[in-house]
């Protein structure tokens, strides 16, 4: 058998148009424990909150979910999930000490909620849309395979002595295998370590003993925009420096002739010989359900944890009430599993919600800039979710590879990760989405679990603003810190540290193994206040933008500037696809500006004109003292796999010190950052 999915004989061959309708009819579920609770006994198509429907705006239910958290947050919990035994308190949570629990004594299990509730309903609707690398060559995943994959998965994992709380590392291409490995782990207690499969050795190598995992689930390779990665490759060289690992799983990809080792398993054929039933573990609400690294401000990545039914109720909430969310539908989120906006929106959130989600495992340029736009034509996906660094990219090839495909199923459109700068806003808004779809610039991180900032929701037809993420979610309540006087920044027209003032159930819990380092990173800066570490401008009527990092903030001339305002105007110039703003070293002003810029393609502008433009048009848009001291035409810019801009680098550079520049092997493209250094030789000498 080459591919597991393909010995699933239904899951082969059907299109979209085939999707059963859903029946909406309410049920009563009978539940272990002897309580009987309703089990999606509300109708959301409706209402967006039938549970409160006394409120009648969105704005009364946001304050009712700050004023009455137990209420809020206990009432939606018990009406979304799908519960073992009931909680008795619905949270215990101090800041000062990091310590965050939700939905205390209940019982719940997280595969339960995300796949076997939709597939005793619903066994034949969509589950997942595999978007594989080539087009055309999609496979869909109903409700019922997925069960029956996950309780193989949960099987061949216990039959090999994975066990509740161990920490089993996963370094797989975007795949059905990949969720079900995942909603696996959710199933048996196990936590889950999602690394992304574009890492290097080393960088697998950290995170596996950092959580000391025994057990690491790999494929023979993965395959993205025509390219073969070599994951068993790199995973044979991560594992060499992995003491603690006792067993690699292979699922076979492409069918490659890999070899085979001591500690290497056959994952394709451990499936076909487990039976598809399994009994679910009964977890409790605090049991941690997975853990991702992600960067900090040090060089060790950070082993963020969350736990299981605070997390989910907030995916899955977020995900149905940001992005409206609508049975039957067609949800497109085309972030990599191995980041945090995978997890919560290609998996948890989507498939908690029984929504059919989509599982893209190629770039947005393979094989033409056109491929988000052909795969929504094809797939009649309803909602896009993505990263600006992708806009803007796309954006740089122009509008006909947009336009010569039928987006018209489209309804929502989303995008996360960095600030969405105004002509991305308007292109997405304009183009993409022929002004049809709300745009949900929504903000968040991997320590939120889910978006918190976001235009959405919103009373019906509220206002969007462009370039904003606008609104925090029911029970978020953002505050803005003076950073100097550690004092709370009131009113509108102001901007400072963006804090979370009280406790949400989908926020992290703690750094794996360094409660410390947890305390200290998020709540010591603003005593008991949750620190993002990003900065924040509010309006005059109580609306959020994001400045960039609070690391990216300049002190120029006394002025306080963020890096994203001036990227903002210089984005607006015609010919920019991209920029970015650093900070160097000045003698006078304390801090200079340096503006690397990309250009589109085939730019005929002289560089000296586009340079008193941008500065011309910087200070008429902020002020005099936010010109840039240097402009740089930039070949591209230092990225990390996951599309972030790698700031650091650009100011080792920008400050006469590319002998400081570090590791730079987790860049995408490690070779702009020597093409980066010569143009600014040629162009400081010059000057
Ligand atoms: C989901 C994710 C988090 C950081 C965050 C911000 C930046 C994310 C936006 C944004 C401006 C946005 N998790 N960020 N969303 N900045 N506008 N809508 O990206 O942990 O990888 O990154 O990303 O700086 O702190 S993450």
Redesign the pocket.
């Known amino acids: 058998m080459k591919r597991l999915i393909l010995s699933l004989p239904s899951v082969l061959g059907r299109g979209a148009s085939k999707l059963k309708l859903r029946n909406n009819a309410n049920t009563t579920t009978s539940l272990q424990g002897g309580r009987e609770f309703s089990d999606e006994a509300v109708d959301h198509s409706t209402t967006p909150f039938p549970e409160f429907d006394s409120f009648k705006t969105h704005d009364e239910l946001y304050q009712f979910s700050l004023n009455s958290p137990e209420f809020f947050w206990g009432t939606l919990a018990r009406s979304r999930l799908k519960w073992f035994r009931d909680f008795g308190q619905v949270k215990d949570c101090d800041l000062i000490r990091g310590h965050i629990r939700w939905f205390l004594d209940g019982q719940l299990n997280v595969a339960v909620n995300c796949v076997d509730r939709h597939a005793e309903k619903n066994p034949d609707s969509i589950a997942l849309i595999w978007e594989k690398d080539e087009p055309g060559t999609q496979e869909y995943v109903s409700y019922r395979e997925l069960l029956q994959l996950v309780c193989r998965m949960s099987n061949v994992l216990e039959s090999h002595g994975v066990k509740r709380g161990d920490r089993v590392a996963i370094y797989l291409p975007q795949s059905p295998v990949a969720v079900a490995a995942m909603l696996a782990c959710a199933r048996i207690g196990a936590i889950h370590n999602v690394v992304f499969a574009g890492f290097s050795a080393e960088a697998l190598a950290g995170r596996i003993i950092d959580a000391q995992a025994e057990t690491v689930i790999t494929a023979d390779q993965g395959v993205r925009g025509g390219k073969i990665i070599e994951l068993k490759h790199v995973v044979d060289e991560a594992v060499q420096t992995c003491p603690c690992v006792k067993r690699v799983f292979v699922y076979q990809r492409t069918g490659a002739d890999v070899p085979m080792g001591k500690l290497d398993i056959n994952l394709d054929k451990e499936l076909a010989s487990q039976p598809d039933t399994h009994t679910p573990a009964v977890l409790d609400s605090e049991d941690y359900l997975f853990m991702l690294y992600?960067s900090g401000s040090t060089g060790k990545p950070k082993g963020i944890a969350h736990t299981q039914a605070g997390y989910l109720l907030y995916a899955g909430l977020t995900m149905k009430h940001v992005f409206d969310y609508q049975d039957k539908e067609l949800f497109g989120c085309v972030a990599d599993i191995g980041?945090?906006?995978g997890h919560s929106y290609v998996v948890y959130g989507p498939l908690s919600n029984g929504a059919a989600t989509l599982l893209f495992e190629s770039t947005p340029v393979y094989p033409n800039p056109g491929r988000y736009w052909e795969t929504v034509e094809r797939l009649k996906l309803n909602h896009l979710y993505l990263a600006?660094t992708a806009l803007r990219m796309l954006l740089k090839s122009g509008n006909s590879w947009v336009t010569r495909y039928d987006r018209s199923s489209l309804r929502k459109l989303g995008?996360?990760?960095?600030?969405?700068n105004r002509e991305a806003w308007e292109w997405f808004y304009e183009v993409i989405g022929e002004k049809r779809c709300d745009i949900c610039?929504?903000?968040?991180?991997?320590?939120?679990g889910g978006i918190a900032?976001?235009p959405r929701p919103s009373a019906p037809g509220a206002e969007i603003r462009p370039a904003m993420?606008m609104r925090p979610f029911f029970g978020i309540e953002p505050v803005l810190m003076e950073p100097q006087m550690g004092t709370e920044l009131k009113g509108g027209n102001v901007k400072g540290a963006l804090c979370i003032k009280r406790p949400w159930p989908g926020m992290a819990r703690t750094i794996y193994g360094d409660h410390q380092r947890f305390i200290d990173t998020y709540y010591k800066t603003y005593h008991g206040l949750y620190f993002?570490?990003?900065g924040a401008y509010r309006t005059q009527d109580g609306y959020y933008q994001?400045t960039?990092?609070m690391d990216d903030v300049l002190n120029v001339s006394g002025h306080r500037l963020g890096t994203?305002e001036i990227e903002d105007v210089i984005d607006d110039l015609e010919e920019t696809a991209e920029s970015a703003v650093v900070g160097f070293p000045h003698e006078i002003k304390g801090w200079g500006i340096y503006a690397f810029v990309v250009l589109k393609d085939e730019v005929n502008t002289p560089e000296n004109e586009m340079k008193e433009q941008l500065k011309a048009m910087v200070k008429q848009r902020i002020s005099g003292f936010a010109q840039p001291d240097v402009i740089m035409f930039a070949p591209g810019l230092p990225k990390t796999r996951?599309g972030?801009i790698m700031r650091r680098i650009l100011r080792k550079i920008a400050a006469n010190q590319p002998e400081e520049l570090g590791d730079v092997s987790t860049l995408f493209d490690p070779g702009v950052v020597d093409a980066l250094a010569e143009k600014h030789n040629q162009i400081t000498k010059k000057s």
Do not use: H, N, Y
């Open positions: 992600t980041w945090i906006t600006p995008c996360v990760g960095e600030p969405l610039d929504t903000w968040w991180q991997t320590e939120t900032i976001t993420p993002t570490g990003d994001i960039g990092r994203a996951s972030k």
